[in-house]
């Protein structure tokens, strides 16, 4: 039997929530545990509510839960805010006195947080230490783990600095053991394993563009996204990468396009309203046929929406964005395993075919961290589809567009080759001039179009199934919703799930084949509309009997969807 | 040694008889046959519009892209693959009115380009409505009262944003032209040279005759020193019955290749992608 309990530290803004996160997931990971954690943050700097969920089990874990075990109240709005979200037997570790509440509670579990980094470290601002001690004791995990976490995220800081942190911690983990309100009540440790990382989508999409062998990459600041640019501007110096912040999104995409047509992997990120102003720029990737990697860090729209939560609406803008007909790809990676791996694998097929290849994700999976193995470098193999260097002097009579079976033509390098490669955003000639010719539009058409999909036809990233077959309701979702699938399936008889991480070219041929047999297939999507239904009967003829659809800003959870599918039976 | 007829591109000119592009294609021309690099190092980049055919009637590498972003895929373009001389043709449309917001960031920037904007002060693809530099009072099928929004000073404007390099020309007098094309080039930074250009078919006011009456060569003046910032700014905003052509701004300035580093390394273009190790930074997300 799985043994697992849900932390949830909830404050305003600025109360250090994420740190006081991380140096949970720390500490739990140094016991043999798993995690799973997301953040819910609002869109200001000071105030508000925001929280980190901390989902610890001795099993792997792969989405989030409905309820708390433990919440940590760092101001008295969270106590109103959560008190509904609690678990039998919860508690709600507060500081009565700081809030005002005189009133008691079977869930309160009173600490007196602030006095306590008053007395020890003459600030309030360290109270989150405090409950981080709070939470070890309650979990019981032993303190040396607490003072080697703080250690490690307080790195940077003077050794003062860690010093009150790991004293106001102590003091903290001592209240605990001394109260005779809580008994500390731990799951079973095991041993660390080895080799283990700990990160988010979008740090996995920024350690995949490196690897993959991005040498260039510029975007304009957009949450979600953001921390892909953040990611790669750190490692930049180290792996020689030019990351350079864009005027404008528009900036961005153009400039990615001109690296690359120069020489080099290149790509961009960005949100919904980022990328709707590439758009233009995604047609002249693909009329030039030039590779570019393009990540859309989905968040609720129109316009500027909820600039911090989620959303998967963007599904039928990305599959469609553009004007014109052309072949793109369009992943949407469920996994922070997947994230890397399939930005390497854009990085390849952008190249391999010369057009635009998007990645899609949304702020669930670019901001929620989970204890992974490391990834696998050979799986995650460089290939490269130009001409090289050595080969390049001897090319002669170079027509950028020349026209071939596959749809792709060779693709030289400026300055490599002894001739002028000539690239246009008109319809062009083989040579890459420009031309009015009805015949050559038409196979200028059928290359970077008919041809081109027929290629990726054969290189379809395959979608995940569980129980096809044997499940007599089959849920069907992209993105961010697969390790949700996963474990609702698991708790659920009959149950089976279909997960796609790309949706363009839609996989029709494996779609069907696992969806035939099903009795009842619902999509679970983080929209209003259904996109994924209706994509799938567009591209299948099967029409889904249901839609389970949330679009309230916030992802699915485990003990919610679990319902609503019991309702659906 | 290359000449001109090294430049000569097979492909037909789609411009109008008498249209200014064709001094700049040759002034352009007579430039990079003096420069000594062959066609296969030097990148032509442009938007849209009559000046951003420009790089087909030219043999070099050509990125012919969006209306209004010519600068960005051209700084790129050089910040990757540094072997590559980079030139910018556009227009007063394309840089100074769709491609504004580039035109201003990229002059921040500094990357070693040298951007020629054919000025014609009108939109001549789309027929002759007015463009960002068209006098007040100028009559379009648009503008049919006359146009009554300022004209953008590019000059002024890019000397103030930091400009290294600021110059004007005039279509017409190819040899002045190409001798700013190669002071530009040999500039080290980002370097504007707007060409007056007359448009016979749809500017029926700022003709030849118009330009030729007024136009006056600012560096024949021993007294005028484009190093002095406030005398630029004068001159930049100079218009009307008296127009300088030449060299109006100079100022050496740090380039953003050496900014950021990218002179002391080998170009990213020539790195090894194949097997990049990234195990060395999995302690960071232990």
Redesign the interface.
């Given at each position: 039997m799985q043994q697992e309990f849900t932390i949830k530290i909830s404050g305003e803004a600025g109360q250090g929530m994420q740190t006081i996160g991380q140096a949970l997931c720390a500490i739990y990971r140094a016991c043999g545990l798993n995690i799973f954690a997301n953040q819910d943050y609002m869109s200001r700097i000071r105030g508000g509510n925001n929280f980190f969920q901390l989902r610890v089990a001795d099993t792997p874990v792969y989405a989030s839960r409905h309820n708390a075990d433990i919440l940590v109240a760092l101001d008295k709005a969270s106590v109103d805010i959560h008190k509904a979200y609690l678990n039998t037997n919860g508690r709600i570790v507060l500081d009565k006195k700081k809030f005002g509440i005189t009133g008691e509670q079977k869930v309160f579990f009173d600490v007196p947080m602030y006095a306590i980094a008053m007395e020890k470290a003459a600030s309030e601002i360290f109270v989150n230490s405090v409950a981080c001690g709070v939470l070890a004791a309650m979990t019981g995990v032993e303190f040396v783990l607490v003072a080697e976490a703080i250690k490690a995220i307080f790195r940077d800081k003077s050794e003062e600095i860690i010093k009150k942190n790991i004293e106001v911690a102590q003091a903290g983990y001592d209240f605990v053991a001394k109260s005779p309100r809580f008994e500390p009540s731990a799951i079973k440790k095991k041993d660390k394993p080895a080799a283990e990382l700990l990160l988010n989508g979008n740090e996995a999409i920024a350690l995949g563009a490196i690897r993959a062998g991005c040498k260039f990459y510029s975007a304009y600041p957009m949450t979600p996204s953001t921390s892909i640019m953040d990611t790669l501007a750190h490692y930049a110096r180290g792996f020689n990468i030019i990351v350079e912040q864009a005027e404008d999104e528009i900036a961005a995409i153009n400039m990615v396009i001109g690296a690359s047509f120069a020489g080099v992997r290149a790509m961009t990120a960005t949100s919904g309203g980022g990328f709707s102003l590439m758009v233009e720029g995604l047609s002249l990737a693909a009329m030039t046929e030039t590779p570019v990697v393009i990540v859309d860090a989905q968040r609720p729209a129109p316009a500027t929406g909820f600039p911090t939560r989620t959303e998967q609406g963007d599904l039928g803008f990305l599959i469609h964005a553009g004007h014109g007909e052309f072949a793109r790809l369009v992943y949407a990676p469920g996994t922070i395993e997947e994230a890397f791996y399939l930005t390497v694998k854009a990085f390849n097929m952008a190249e391999k075919y010369q057009i635009p290849v998007l990645i899609m994700t949304d702020q669930y999976l670019a901001d929620s961290y989970r204890n992974i193995g490391v990834f696998d470098t050979g799986k995650a193999r460089v290939i490269r589809y130009i001409i090289p260097k050595q080969d390049s002097g001897k090319i002669q009579n170079y027509k950028r567009y020349a026209f071939t079976e596959s749809g792709v033509s060779p693709r030289a390098i400026p300055s490599w080759i002894n001739e002028p490669i000539y690239a246009d955003s008109d319809e062009h000639t083989e040579e890459g001039h420009i031309t009015e010719d009805a015949a050559v539009r038409i196979e200028m058409v059928k290359k970077r179009l008919h041809r081109k999909l027929s290629g990726l036809g054969k290189e379809t990233e395959k979608p995940t199934a569980f129980n096809a077959g044997k499940a007599d309701v089959m849920l069907v979702g992209f993105g961010s919703t697969f390790g949700l699938l996963r474990e609702v399936t698991a708790m659920i008889k009959k149950t089976g799930f279909l997960h796609l991480s790309q949706l363009w070219p839609f996989p029709e041929k494996e779609t069907l084949r696992l969806l035939k047999t099903a009795k009842r297939i619902i999509t679970v999507e983080n929209n209003a509309s259904g996109q994924l239904a209706g994509l799938i009967r567009r591209q299948t003829g099967i029409k889904p009997d249901a839609s389970i659809l949330k679009f309230d800003g916030r992802p699915f959870d485990i003990d919610t969807l679990r319902e609503e599918i019991k309702e659906e039976l | 040694m290359l000449t001109v007829q090294d430049f000569n591109s097979p492909?037909k000119i789609?411009w109008c008889p008498g249209c200014g592009n064709f001094g700049i294609t040759n002034a352009l021309k007579k430039t990079l046959s003096r420069l000594d690099r062959?066609?296969?190092?030097?990148?032509l980049?442009s938007g849209?519009g009559q000046a951003a055919?420009l790089?087909?009637y030219i043999?070099?590498?050509?990125?012919?892209?969006?209306h209004g972003?010519a600068l960005?895929?051209?700084?790129?373009?050089?910040?990757?693959?540094p072997?590559?001389t980079v030139i910018v043709t556009t227009g007063d449309g394309d840089c100074y009115g769709e491609g504004g917001?580039?035109f201003?960031?990229n002059i921040r920037r500094n990357a070693d380009i040298t951007v020629v904007v054919c000025d014609n002060q009108i939109y001549g693809l789309t027929k002759g409505q007015a463009s960002p530099t068209t006098d007040l009072g100028h009559k379009t099928k648009v503008q049919e009262e006359g146009v009554i929004i300022k004209p953008f000073r590019p000059l002024a404007v890019a000397i103030v944003l930091g400009a290294g390099f600021v110059a004007r020309g005039y279509s017409a007098d190819s040899e002045h032209l190409s001798w700013l094309i190669s002071e530009g080039i040999n500039h080290r930074g980002f370097s504007l040279i707007d060409v007056l250009q007359p448009c016979p078919s749809f500017n029926k006011v700022n003709t030849y005759e118009w330009y030729s009456k007024r136009i006056y060569k600012v560096n024949d003046d021993k007294a005028y020193n484009p190093l002095d910032k406030s005398m630029a700014l004068q001159k930049a905003d100079e218009w009307g019955e008296r127009i300088p052509i030449g060299i109006i701004f100079r100022a050496e300035g740090e380039t953003f290749e050496e900014k950021?580093?990218?002179l002391a390394?080998s170009p990213?273009?020539?790195?090894g992608?194949?097997?990049?190790?990234?195990?060395r930074?999995?302690g960071d997300?232990?």
């Amino acid at each position: 039997m799985q043994q697992e309990f849900t932390i949830k530290i909830s404050g305003e803004a600025g109360q250090g929530m994420q740190t006081i996160g991380q140096a949970l997931c720390a500490i739990y990971r140094a016991c043999g545990l798993n995690i799973f954690a997301n953040q819910d943050y609002m869109s200001r700097i000071r105030g508000g509510n925001n929280f980190f969920q901390l989902r610890v089990a001795d099993t792997p874990v792969y989405a989030s839960r409905h309820n708390a075990d433990i919440l940590v109240a760092l101001d008295k709005a969270s106590v109103d805010i959560h008190k509904a979200y609690l678990n039998t037997n919860g508690r709600i570790v507060l500081d009565k006195k700081k809030f005002g509440i005189t009133g008691e509670q079977k869930v309160f579990f009173d600490v007196p947080m602030y006095a306590i980094a008053m007395e020890k470290a003459a600030s309030e601002i360290f109270v989150n230490s405090v409950a981080c001690g709070v939470l070890a004791a309650m979990t019981g995990v032993e303190f040396v783990l607490v003072a080697e976490a703080i250690k490690a995220i307080f790195r940077d800081k003077s050794e003062e600095i860690i010093k009150k942190n790991i004293e106001v911690a102590q003091a903290g983990y001592d209240f605990v053991a001394k109260s005779p309100r809580f008994e500390p009540s731990a799951i079973k440790k095991k041993d660390k394993p080895a080799a283990e990382l700990l990160l988010n989508g979008n740090e996995a999409i920024a350690l995949g563009a490196i690897r993959a062998g991005c040498k260039f990459y510029s975007a304009y600041p957009m949450t979600p996204s953001t921390s892909i640019m953040d990611t790669l501007a750190h490692y930049a110096r180290g792996f020689n990468i030019i990351v350079e912040q864009a005027e404008d999104e528009i900036a961005a995409i153009n400039m990615v396009i001109g690296a690359s047509f120069a020489g080099v992997r290149a790509m961009t990120a960005t949100s919904g309203g980022g990328f709707s102003l590439m758009v233009e720029g995604l047609s002249l990737a693909a009329m030039t046929e030039t590779p570019v990697v393009i990540v859309d860090a989905q968040r609720p729209a129109p316009a500027t929406g909820f600039p911090t939560r989620t959303e998967q609406g963007d599904l039928g803008f990305l599959i469609h964005a553009g004007h014109g007909e052309f072949a793109r790809l369009v992943y949407a990676p469920g996994t922070i395993e997947e994230a890397f791996y399939l930005t390497v694998k854009a990085f390849n097929m952008a190249e391999k075919y010369q057009i635009p290849v998007l990645i899609m994700t949304d702020q669930y999976l670019a901001d929620s961290y989970r204890n992974i193995g490391v990834f696998d470098t050979g799986k995650a193999r460089v290939i490269r589809y130009i001409i090289p260097k050595q080969d390049s002097g001897k090319i002669q009579n170079y027509k950028r567009y020349a026209f071939t079976e596959s749809g792709v033509s060779p693709r030289a390098i400026p300055s490599w080759i002894n001739e002028p490669i000539y690239a246009d955003s008109d319809e062009h000639t083989e040579e890459g001039h420009i031309t009015e010719d009805a015949a050559v539009r038409i196979e200028m058409v059928k290359k970077r179009l008919h041809r081109k999909l027929s290629g990726l036809g054969k290189e379809t990233e395959k979608p995940t199934a569980f129980n096809a077959g044997k499940a007599d309701v089959m849920l069907v979702g992209f993105g961010s919703t697969f390790g949700l699938l996963r474990e609702v399936t698991a708790m659920i008889k009959k149950t089976g799930f279909l997960h796609l991480s790309q949706l363009w070219p839609f996989p029709e041929k494996e779609t069907l084949r696992l969806l035939k047999t099903a009795k009842r297939i619902i999509t679970v999507e983080n929209n209003a509309s259904g996109q994924l239904a209706g994509l799938i009967r567009r591209q299948t003829g099967i029409k889904p009997d249901a839609s389970i659809l949330k679009f309230d800003g916030r992802p699915f959870d485990i003990d919610t969807l679990r319902e609503e599918i019991k309702e659906e039976l | 040694m290359l000449t001109v007829q090294d430049f000569n591109s097979p492909d037909k000119i789609a411009w109008c008889p008498g249209c200014g592009n064709f001094g700049i294609t040759n002034a352009l021309k007579k430039t990079l046959s003096r420069l000594d690099r062959p066609p296969k190092d030097i990148l032509l980049v442009s938007g849209i519009g009559q000046a951003a055919k420009l790089p087909h009637y030219i043999k070099c590498n050509c990125f012919n892209g969006l209306h209004g972003r010519a600068l960005p895929p051209a700084v790129a373009a050089k910040i990757v693959n540094p072997n590559l001389t980079v030139i910018v043709t556009t227009g007063d449309g394309d840089c100074y009115g769709e491609g504004g917001n580039h035109f201003i960031h990229n002059i921040r920037r500094n990357a070693d380009i040298t951007v020629v904007v054919c000025d014609n002060q009108i939109y001549g693809l789309t027929k002759g409505q007015a463009s960002p530099t068209t006098d007040l009072g100028h009559k379009t099928k648009v503008q049919e009262e006359g146009v009554i929004i300022k004209p953008f000073r590019p000059l002024a404007v890019a000397i103030v944003l930091g400009a290294g390099f600021v110059a004007r020309g005039y279509s017409a007098d190819s040899e002045h032209l190409s001798w700013l094309i190669s002071e530009g080039i040999n500039h080290r930074g980002f370097s504007l040279i707007d060409v007056l250009q007359p448009c016979p078919s749809f500017n029926k006011v700022n003709t030849y005759e118009w330009y030729s009456k007024r136009i006056y060569k600012v560096n024949d003046d021993k007294a005028y020193n484009p190093l002095d910032k406030s005398m630029a700014l004068q001159k930049a905003d100079e218009w009307g019955e008296r127009i300088p052509i030449g060299i109006i701004f100079r100022a050496e300035g740090e380039t953003f290749e050496e900014k950021s580093g990218l002179l002391a390394k080998s170009p990213l273009v020539e790195d090894g992608i194949e097997d990049i190790d990234i195990t060395r930074v999995f302690g960071d997300f232990s």
